[in-house]
């Protein structure tokens, strides 16, 4: 998945409560729709990579799924403990 920046902000990136393995990305996205912020399929016309890293453990996955399934039942747009949560005043402002 890539992000425009101001679209990230907006709902304030991954949510830091969800732990291990699992409902990251998914929670993410469904903020993202909630928002408006249209997905674009780029299959085959941009680069992909992924960094490895090894797997968490997925003993946190049913709470990760009770924050999922909060997000879609409450059509969530913003997270509490988010990206926010590492940024200072005026840091990546535009981008950088």
Known sequence: ????????????????????????????????LNAGVKGRIIKFVAIGYHLYHKEESRQSL?????????????????????LSRFLTEGAFVGGR
Not at 5 to 31: A, T
Not at 62 to 82: F, M, P, S, V
């Open 1 to 32: 998945m890539s992000f425009y920046y101001e679209d990230l902000v907006k709902v304030n990136g991954f949510n830091n409560l969800i732990f291990g393995w699992g409902r990251e990305d998914s929670e993410l996205v469904e903020r993202l």
């Open 62 to 82: 049913e709470r990760n799924d009770a924050i999922l399934r909060n997000t879609i039942t409450q059509k969530l747009t913003y997270c509490e403990d988010g």
